[in-house]
């Protein structure tokens, strides 16, 4: 856990998130400007600045996360015609809170290549 971060934080409790799922290792919650009719976002508890930090004894918990977003979207109509992962890693990607999530985006067209 690191005290400055903002998702470290949110998982914490002490910010307030519309929280969609929990277990021992990942938190996803709604992400506070949806750029898309559904959009949550997907973290692991423990703190990761980004996808260009990750370990190779942290495979377990990568593979988990996304067997984590199968599940959320399964939940959710918006997902019937089919949803996004993304994980925008360091500056040039516009990743902009260095913990690393996942965004599961649904219930629009995207298209491709991303902007
Ligand atoms: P990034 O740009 O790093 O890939 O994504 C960061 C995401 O976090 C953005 O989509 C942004 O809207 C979301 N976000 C930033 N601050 C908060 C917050 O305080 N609460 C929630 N729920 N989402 C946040
Ligand atoms: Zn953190």
Partial sequence: MHSECLFCKIIKGQIPAEKVYEDEMVFAFSDIKP???????????????????????????LGHI????????????????????VANS???AGQTVFHLHYHLLAGRDFGWPPG
Wanted: glycine residues 4%; without cysteine.
């Fill in 35 to 61: 750029a898309a009719p559904l959009h949550i976002l997907i973290i692991p508890k423990e703190h990761i600045p980004s996808l260009a930090h990750v370990l190779p004894s942290q495979q377990q918990l």
């Fill in 90 to 92: 360091g500056k040039d």
């Fill in 66 to 85: 996304q067997l984590v977003a199968s599940k959320i979207a399964k939940l959710y109509p918006q997902t019937k015609n089919g949803f996004r992962l």
